[in-house]
């Protein structure tokens, strides 16, 4: 669990990327490299600790493979009662 706070906002930053590059039409490969490229940037920069991007990189993950956070809802059918 993610308890630092600028670590849960990038976290939240990469769900929400996921989930838009997810309706834009990317699959999985193409988020992971996305998101390998993101944890690139933030070890370059320095602005986390090692141990905090390597946990966000494990949430991050979980979340990438987890089928359940892109399944779009269906519609229930409505029927005409007339």
């Known amino acids: 669990m993610l308890q630092d706070t600028q670590t849960i906002r990038y976290y939240q930053r990469l ?3 996921f989930v838009e590059l ?3 039409g ?4 193409d988020m992971r490299m996305y ?7 933030l070890r370059h920069s320095n602005i986390l600790e090692p141990f ?7 949430e991050a993950s979980r979340y990438l493979y ?3 956070n892109f399944a ?10 007339y």
Do not use: C, F, K, M
């Open 66 to 68: 987890d089928e359940s």
């Open 35 to 41: 998101l390998d490229g993101y944890l690139a940037a």
């Open 72 to 81: 779009v809802p269906q519609p229930q059918p409505q029927h005409d009662y």
């Open 26 to 29: 990317y699959r999985t490969d």
């Open 52 to 58: 905090l991007i390597h946990r966000l990189e494990e």
């Open 15 to 17: 769900t929400d990327a």
């Open 22 to 24: 997810w309706n834009r």
